[in-house]
């Protein structure tokens, strides 16, 4: 590997902000199957093993971050998420946020044909980079860098796709049915930077609090403590 193309590979490191032992992985996760195709001395010489893995080491990565996001979610909400997630879509967009096309290596005619922005490209690519994360030194370096970089997009992504029912709605038609106290929510504490802030809310009944909540924005807080409330009045069962 010459000294331009490791140069090029500790711009990325530096993205990451993780420093391979190995470098030779990193840009292994780079080799498009077509530049093989088009150069005989990488004949043999792919992504597609790196990318393998990676896909299982960022399936278990998401399930991680489902587990400890939300503790309300039960299986099925959790797989069904989980493969929204673990997809083209997601992996691609991060792909973009890193830059990976720039990288990578592939075939003359693969290229000018837009290859290197293809989003089942950069699904594939991203997911090889973290195959090599894994090789080079473990799951807790690859958990680290996803927890790092992508935190606040997963646990966004995580809120949103667990959203199916607009729990404070039906504590709304509970509480016109049940009781003359009308319902207020109030924010009763904020965490953390502007980029990646928790919101803490309570939901009265009149003077009661029948519910607490948070989440990474004012609407998110309230769907929780809304659903709490309707957990607690024995509404739903959750």
Not at 36 to 62: C, H, P, Q, T, W
Not at 90 to 101: H, R, V
Not at 157 to 181: G, H, V, W
């Amino acid at each position: 590997m010459d000294k331009a193309r490791i140069e090029k590979l500790h711009e990325l490191e530096e993205k990451l902000d993780y420093r391979f032992t190995d470098i030779n992985l990193l840009n292994l996760a780079f080799f498009h199957s077509s530049y093989g195709n088009e150069n005989k001395a990488y004949k043999n010489i792919s992504n597609e093993r790196l990318e393998f893995l990676g896909d299982s080491v960022l399936d278990l990565v998401v399930s991680d971050f489902l587990y400890n996001s939300k503790s309300s979610l039960k299986e099925g909400a959790m797989t069904k998420i989980r493969s929204q997630m673990v997809c083209e879509k997601s992996f691609s967009n991060m792909a973009k946020y890193l830059e990976l096309g720039k990288y990578l290596m592939m075939g003359h005619g693969e290229f000018i044909s837009g290859g290197s922005e293809k989003p089942s490209v950069l699904a594939d690519t991203f997911e090889a980079v973290f195959g090599a994360i894994y090789l080079d030194s473990g799951y807790e370096s690859a958990f680290k860098i996803v927890e790092n970089k992508f935190k606040s997009l997963f646990i966004a992504e995580i809120e949103t796709k667990s959203s199916f029912i607009d729990y404070k709605t039906m504590l709304q038609e509970n509480n016109q049915k049940k009781s003359r106290d009308k319902l207020k929510y109030k924010i009763v504490k904020e965490e953390g930077p502007d980029h990646d802030k928790k919101f803490y809310v309570d939901v009265y009944e009149g003077n009661l609090v029948i519910g607490s909540g948070f989440g990474s924005s004012k609407k998110h807080a309230e769907q929780d403590a809304a659903r709490n409330a309707l957990i607690k009045l024995r509404v739903i069962d959750e």
